[in-house]
């Protein structure tokens, strides 16, 4: 059984960090990438970034470059996002999910999902 689970949301002033982590389990991870995607109140969800678990290649999206930073750790089979610099808009609920395709931003090329975790930036 493939799980995802999400942990490391909260609320959080603007300016400050969150480190989300997505522990995966019941699936061959070297197949796979790995992604982050957010969702906020009355908006589509969007893709921040992902990573293919086997080589490390990494995409991240345009509204968090250069503050969003996603790593993997091999041997606890989990995905990281260090979130810094956190403004209110990048309040949302965050997704981890996993995909047999190449690395991707887009949210429908996702086969697996997590539950979520909130993350609100506020002061």
């Known amino acids: 059984q493939v799980q995802l689970v999400e942990s490391g949301g909260g609320l959080v002033q603007p300016g400050g960090s969150l480190r989300l982590s997505c522990a995966a389990s019941g699936l061959a991870l070297d197949y796979y990438a790995i992604g982050w995607l957010r969702q906020a109140p009355g908006k589509e969800r969007e893709g921040v970034s992902c990573i293919s678990f086997s080589d490390g290649d990494r995409f991240i999206a345009d509204s968090v470059k250069g503050r969003f930073t996603i790593s993997r750790d091999y041997a606890k089979n989990t995905v990281y996002l260090q979130m810094n610099s956190l403004r209110p808009e990048d309040t949302a609920v965050y997704y981890c999910?996993?995909?047999?395709?190449?690395?991707?931003?887009?949210?429908?090329?996702?086969?697996?999902w997590g539950q979520g975790t909130q993350v609100t930036v506020s002061s």
């Open positions: 999910a996993a995909t047999l395709r190449l690395a991707t931003l887009v949210p429908a090329e996702y086969d697996y």
